[in-house]
């Protein structure tokens, strides 16, 4: 399990990995495909792909980084708002179920000149649920949902993106996703525009208060590529199939029973150093 440590004040979204906060945190461990190291289809090896966390009082912070596969480019088209990222270009891909029950959790997907897709689901698509999204209805719509205190960037470490060829780009991302928008659900979306403005979300502080290692929130990573056809994550989409009588991957990453958990370390831990990380993020 990945731990989020605290820090204050609140981080400058720029790009930059290097910077002395994200040194306390340590790296995930490199995503592989989706459907788990049994798989049979694998058709490229995963190019190391790693994340890294933080908080606030406000924010969740996520670091990530995508290195390049030798096996192709690293398009970057979509450039408007809710555009589906995955359908075409490399992508970036978190989900958060901060309730840890399956319902009404988030998605955000970005590409490399940091086009972003909010999504809400009121629950998994395989249990009838659908998407909010600017994508699929404009404000006002039952269907609408979108943030309103998120921070994004991202960067381009070497290489280039939408070679013709197979030279793809080293990239990272740098996110600020805010608790005011991660608690929002369809309820509170009936009433009001913005449902940010009068949402009172639950502290974070809350979460601090119980014992160390029980603040924690179902999350999972997603990289894909090649239109979909290839997607390596953190925690491979695997589920018990009682029928089979066996664990089954599967090529769908809304399946929230299957991702894994965020520990966000109590204020008292900051200084503990269990980090691993001492590599320079950005070279």
Not at 15 to 38: N, V, Y
Not at 120 to 138: F, M, N, Q, T
Not at 252 to 265: C, I, K, Q, S, T
Request: aromatic share 10%; hydrophobic share 30%; glycine share 6%.
């Amino acid at each position: 399990r990945p731990l989020a440590r605290h820090h204050q004040p609140p981080l400058d979204i720029n790009g930059d990995l290097t910077k002395p906060e994200w040194k306390a945190a340590p790296w995930s461990e490199p995503f592989g495909d989706i459907q788990g190291p049994q798989d049979p289809q694998h058709l490229y090896t995963p190019a190391t792909t790693r994340f890294k966390a933080l908080y606030d009082d406000e924010h969740l912070y996520i670091a990530g980084i995508l290195d390049p596969s030798p096996d192709f480019s690293t398009p970057a088209h979509f450039t408007h708002r809710n555009d589906p990222i995955f359908q075409r270009d490399s992508d970036f891909e978190v989900f958060i179920d901060p309730w840890n029950q399956g319902h009404e959790y988030k998605e955000l997907e970005v590409n490399a000149i940091n086009t972003v897709w909010n999504l809400l689901l009121d629950k998994p698509y395989v249990d009838g649920g659908s998407e909010h999204s600017g994508r699929v209805a404009p404000p006002g719509d039952d269907l609408y949902y979108d943030v309103h205190h998120q921070r994004t960037a991202t960067r381009v470490l070497s290489g280039r993106l939408n070679d013709p060829g197979k030279e793809g780009a080293r990239w990272c991302v740098e996110l600020a996703l805010a608790y005011r928008d991660l608690y929002v659900t369809t309820t509170t979306m009936e009433t009001n525009d913005d449902p940010t403005s009068t949402t009172t979300p639950l502290p974070i502080s809350m979460m601090m208060t119980t014992p160390p290692g029980t603040g924690i929130w179902r999350i999972n990573f997603s990289r894909v590529e090649l239109r979909g056809n290839v997607n390596w994550t953190w925690q491979p989409q695997v589920t018990w199939d009682a029928a089979q009588r066996a664990h089954v991957g599967h090529i769908d990453m809304h399946r929230p029973d299957a991702w894994g958990y965020l520990v966000f370390l109590p204020r008292s831990d900051d200084d503990d150093d269990d980090s691993n990380d001492t590599d320079n993020d950005n070279d």
